[in-house]
């Protein structure tokens, strides 16, 4: 048996740390960028939020600022959009208000994928605490054999999450650009192309949790195989 924090599966997880750690970059260098450059409408993010929304008839959709950097989301539950750089006239604020406004649109034509993840979200939220909670009791109580698959179906879960995830944020981009063009709130290329870098690379940062939960699965598997061996 290997020592209780040590084994050589860990080490499958570090592509995906390498990879996430580059999409993070990737993401703040390109939000840092175009944070600077401003939208030629001179529509601050929350003003272009709004009128995307009633562009498409969502007037109960409420807009709201929110502290902290880069915390933009859309609530489904409360039908609330919360945009960080409300007051921002940057593509980048005004890329990332109206890629939260795509999902807001997935919401009102009821997106299957967006349902899905949403019922998926309360048991994903946990599952990779709660299954690493699970692999340290499993390696004390190592011929609990339920644990151990407790603790798979658990990170599978996670997995499933963040491939459904993928969908719903390239859709909630794609959307993004097509709303921006169509309402001539971002008509120039080059703005159309900017944004297009920033929203890119906040897809990137989805596809690199998705590779890290694959992975994390892997070394759960290859951890829980080489425990049962030991038995
Ligand atoms: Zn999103």
């Given at each position: 048996m290997y020592g209780f924090f040590w084994h050589?599966?860990?080490?499958?997880v570090i592509p995906g740390l390498l990879l996430a750690l580059y999409a993070q970059y990737k993401v703040m260098s390109a939000y840092r960028k175009y944070s600077q450059v401003g939208a030629?409408?001179?529509?601050?993010a929350a003003q272009a939020a709004r009128r995307l929304l009633d562009r498409s008839g969502l007037y109960n959709v409420k807009v709201e600022a929110v502290p902290g950097h880069l915390s933009d989301h859309y609530d489904p539950r409360t039908k609330t959009l919360r945009i960080s750089a409300a007051e921002s006239t940057s593509l980048a604020a005004i890329g990332v208000a109206a890629h939260e406004a795509g999902h807001a649109l997935q919401d009102a034509e009821k997106y299957p994928m967006l349902a899905l993840r949403s019922a998926v979200v309360p048991i994903a939220q946990f599952a990779p605490p709660i299954g690493i909670i699970l692999f340290f009791v499993g390696l004390l109580?190592?011929?609990?054999q339920p644990l151990w698959t407790a603790g798979l179906i658990l990170f599978s879960a996670a997995l499933a999450f963040s491939l459904i995830t993928l969908p719903v944020e390239f859709d909630a981009s794609s959307r993004a650009i097509r709303v921006l063009r169509d309402s001539g709130i971002v008509v120039a290329q080059k703005e159309l192309d900017s944004i297009q870098t920033v929203l890119s690379a906040a897809a990137l940062t989805y596809v690199a949790a998705a590779i890290m939960s694959a992975l994390e699965l892997l070394q759960y598997f290859l951890m829980a195989r080489s425990a049962s061996n030991d038995r």
């Open positions: 050589p599966a860990m080490l499958v030629s409408t001179g529509m601050t109580f190592i011929h609990s």
